[in-house]
């Protein structure tokens, strides 16, 4: 079954789902997504936001002065966080149906987001390379994913775990050492840590002038 078919079924049940699968870490990812960084006045893109579920942290994020744009290539997932927009009053949150791995949307914005998204993107790392060479300079980028990790407490039976779950989702359980590499060939200041106790893998970075 293709990907989008997958969200498709999965829209009306999506928020409670993630959070059974990510065994509750859906939570942390959202907090962890803007957690030490100065949002305040800036426009921010969430690459794959599905339903929604980040949007009020970032929007707290960013206060009024910022606009928030919620990209996905599936319209029933994005109906549902369209819905989310409307019942919140949101205003300053743009909905854009598009694929992350070829959107001319990224020129534009000073932070570019992705949460549990990139790994259903196929070739995510080549697909990553290449939407962080058309960055503008001074873009912030930060990634939250499922991916492989090679040490830490227990990471045998998580890595073991996100493997199985990614049959479910759908993703391209991929390793985290092409994702590094992109992030250390074409940002500065790049830091790669984890969230939820290693279940996932946080990477931060700057495109250079
Ligand atoms: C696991 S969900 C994550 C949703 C949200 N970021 C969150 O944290 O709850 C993955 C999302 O990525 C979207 N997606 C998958 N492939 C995509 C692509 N190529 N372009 C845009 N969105 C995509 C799916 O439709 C789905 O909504």
């Not at 196929?122 to 991916?147: H, M, Y």
């Not at 759908?170 to 830091?191: A, C, I, M, T, W």
């Amino acid at each position: 079954m293709k990907i989008a078919e997958r969200y498709d079924i999965a829209a009306p049940i999506y928020d409670r789902t993630a959070w059974v699968l990510s065994l509750g870490g859906i939570d942390k990812l959202h907090p962890a997504l803007v957690a030490g960084l100065d949002l305040s006045g800036k426009t921010v893109a969430d690459l794959g936001c599905g339903t929604g579920l980040a949007f009020p942290a970032l929007i707290d994020a960013v206060g009024p002065a910022g606009r928030v744009i919620g990209l996905d290539n599936n319209a029933s997932i994005l109906a549902k966080a369209e819905k989310r927009v409307v019942a919140n009053g949101w205003g300053n949150v743009e909905l854009v149906v598009d694929d992350i791995a070829t959107t001319p949307l990224l020129g534009d914005v000073d932070v570019v987001f992705s949460c549990i998204a990139m790994s259903c993107v196929p070739d995510p790392s080549q697909k990553l390379a290449e939407l962080l060479a058309n960055l503008k300079p001074g873009t912030s980028v930060r990634i939250i994913d499922a991916l492989p990790r090679t040490s830490g407490f227990g990471y045998p039976a998580i890595n073991g775990y996100n493997f199985l779950k990614s049959f479910i989702v759908g993703s391209h359980y991929k390793k985290l050492e092409p994702f590094e590499r992109v992030f250390r060939e074409q940002l500065s200041d790049v830091v790669v840590d984890s969230v939820h106790g290693g279940m996932y893998t946080r990477l931060t970075g700057v495109k250079g002038e």
